[in-house]
């Protein structure tokens, strides 16, 4: 009998155990779950931050905060913003702007209960336990003159007052071409082979432009349904082309003062930096414009490329050059 009790104590001992070993691993197993869920909602709460950094964006939310809901014209005229910029703002606030049903823009759930605790987090930022996402100088290097971005958001905002210096770019690039005798289109580095080529060749840059122009306005357009940002789009694709004139600047200036030098290797190696230069300007110039994501504006200045392509054998088809 005292051997049956002393049995029954010892399993009853080594159930007390598990019981208690299991709710140590409950308790620890809830502690890190509370603690991904802390750092899941600050990591929320700092890229609220970092998307409501621009003021625009922050009448976007205060305006669907009021109101609670808000058509794309009625944001349009409130903000006095172009078409193209308001995408873009609203790109930006994805996850915490959706558009309803009714195709009207409303806060989601989730962004409404993180903007509705950012006056605790701001004591969190202030007392430094909250991570506020920093640019890095390689980020900021690579986004001024890799993309250009901060150049095209101001040829966005003031895109009638810099169309004429965008024009003016562009002939200029045609005459540097024919001095140089090295016509750009886009991608290639063509010689007229006749003197009737070399009569219009001074107008081979500026309808290379007006053509980049219209073919990436009509892919947004078909592709994203994005429409507006015309003029923005026109400024934003005369500088993109800016890079195409390095390679004809050089050659003329090899011409001038080195008669006789040759410069060949500058048409086949140089074009290879410079093209993946030049389509990053055009897809940020499109982001810009029509408000769209790089991702996607980097399919439509592959599109423009292989439009480019196939112009180019086209023209060599018909002995064009």
Request: proline share 3%; net charge neutral; hydrophobic share 45%.
């Amino acid at each position: 009998m005292v051997f049956k009790i002393f049995l029954t104590h010892a399993d009853t001992s080594g159930f007390n155990t598990d019981i208690q070993s299991e709710g140590r691993d409950a308790v620890s197993r809830s502690s890190e779950l509370g603690e991904q869920l802390v750092s899941s909602s600050e990591n929320n709460i700092s890229k609220v931050y970092t998307a409501l950094g621009n003021s625009y964006r922050r009448q976007i939310v205060q305006i669907l905060r009021e109101k609670g809901k808000a058509g794309f014209k009625e944001l349009h005229d409130t903000l006095g913003i172009s078409v193209g910029a308001l995408y873009h703002h609203l790109e930006a606030l994805e996850g915490i702007v959706a558009q309803a049903p009714d195709k009207k823009y409303v806060l989601t759930e989730q962004g409404r209960s993180t903007i509705d605790t950012l006056s605790i987090s701001e004591e969190k930022i202030a007392a430094g336990r909250l991570p506020v996402a920093r640019e890095t100088r390689l980020g900021l290097v690579s986004k001024e003159v890799l993309f250009g971005r901060t150049l095209f958001e101001y040829l966005n905002q003031e895109s009638l007052r810099t169309l004429p210096l965008a024009v003016l770019i562009v002939f200029f690039g045609g005459w540097v071409s024919s001095q140089a005798n090295l016509e750009p289109l886009l991608l290639f580095y063509l010689s007229p082979t006749s003197s009737a080529g070399r009569a219009w060749f001074i107008l081979l840059f500026p309808i290379g432009w007006l053509a980049t122009f219209a073919v990436a306005d009509i892919l947004s357009t078909t592709i994203f349904h994005r429409k507006g940002g015309d003029i923005s789009l026109l400024n934003g694709t005369a500088f993109s082309m800016l890079p195409l004139l390095i390679v004809p600047g050089i050659s003329f200036l090899v011409q001038e003062f080195s008669p006789g030098r040759p410069v060949g290797y500058l048409t086949i190696l140089l074009p290879v930096v410079l093209q993946v230069w030049i389509l990053c300007l055009l897809s940020t110039s499109i982001s810009i414009s029509k408000g769209l994501k790089l991702e996607k504006t980097a399919l439509i200045s592959l599109g423009v490329v292989y439009v480019n392509i196939l112009a180019l054998v086209t023209a060599l088809q018909f002995g064009l050059f």
